[in-house]
T-cell receptor, first 114, second 112 residues
Framework: GAGVSQTPSNKVTEKGKYVELRCDPISGHTALYWYRQSLGQGPEFLIYFQGTGAADDSGLPNDRFFAVRPEGSVSTLKIQRTERGDSAVYLC????????????FGEGSWLTVV | QKEVEQNSGPLSVPEGAIASLNCTYSDRGSQSFFWYRQYSGKSPELIMSIYSNGDKEDGRFTAQLNKASQYVSLLIRDSQPSDSATYLCAVDRGSTLGRLYFGRGTQLTVWP
């Protein structure tokens, strides 16, 4: 596709459940990022992949959060034992990688934990 | 102190006026600076990037950077109702490629 694609666009889940959010980056982009945006706040960095490896996962808030990118393209953000405080928009972004630091965001996955 | 601070807003200007959005950052080693526009319910969209001191103009938008004062601003000339959105200032500290630190955003309303 032309842009960063994220699914689902909306997800409502019960507290304690497991959730997966998927991101398909712009074709050819080697760098992929997950950010989280809470209401009234700017996006906060979670994790950065260069290719298949997580080059920086220091933004993940705790060990309930995990992300993978097994083939260097699509990525999945996994949240275990969801809590109400996890409710936010989860934004995926990609960039060409070494050529500059401009990142392009997808439309986000709105997660609501009830 | 937060990494990136923006004037709290909301900011309301009449159509045709100049809108001025301000941002300060705490890490003196920061290297790259960005302004994103975010419409309600949509994802952030990059509108300006600036890397060196001075002004950078792109159409009706001008970004200004003063590294000594750790200050970035965005001016929108001839504001239009379609400019009504939240404007996010973002800073790249140079630690991780593409890792940006965002401010909370300033909500701008341009009224006809």
């Amino acid at each position: 596709g032309a842009g960063v694609s994220q699914t689902p666009s909306n997800k409502v889940t019960e507290k304690g459940k497991y959730v997966e959010l998927r991101c398909d980056p712009i074709s050819g982009h080697t760098a992929l990022y997950w950010y989280r945006q809470s209401l009234g706040q700017g996006p906060e960095f979670l994790i950065y992949f260069q290719g298949t490896g997580a080059a920086d996962d220091s933004g993940l808030p705790n060990d309930r959060f995990f992300a993978v990118r097994p083939e260097g393209s699509v990525s999945t953000l996994k949240i275990q034992r969801t809590e109400r405080g996890d409710s936010a928009v989860y934004l995926c972004a990609s960039s060409p990688g070494m050529d500059g630091n401009t990142i392009y965001f997808g439309e986000g996955s709105w997660l609501t934990v009830v | 102190q937060k990494e990136v601070e923006q004037n709290s807003g909301p900011l309301s200007v009449p159509e045709g006026a100049i809108a001025s959005l301000n941002c300060t950052y705490s890490d003196r080693g920061s290297q790259s600076f960005f302004w994103y526009r975010q419409y309600s319910g949509k994802s952030p969209e990059l509108i300006m990037s600036i890397y060196s001191n001075g002004d950078k103009e792109d159409g009706r938008f001008t970004a200004q950077l003063n590294k000594a004062s750790q200050y970035v601003s965005l001016l929108i000339r001839d504001s239009q109702p379609s400019d009504s959105a939240t404007y996010l200032c973002a800073v790249d500290r140079g630690s991780t490629l593409g890792r940006l630190y965002f401010g909370r955003g300033t909500q701008l309303t341009v009224w006809p």
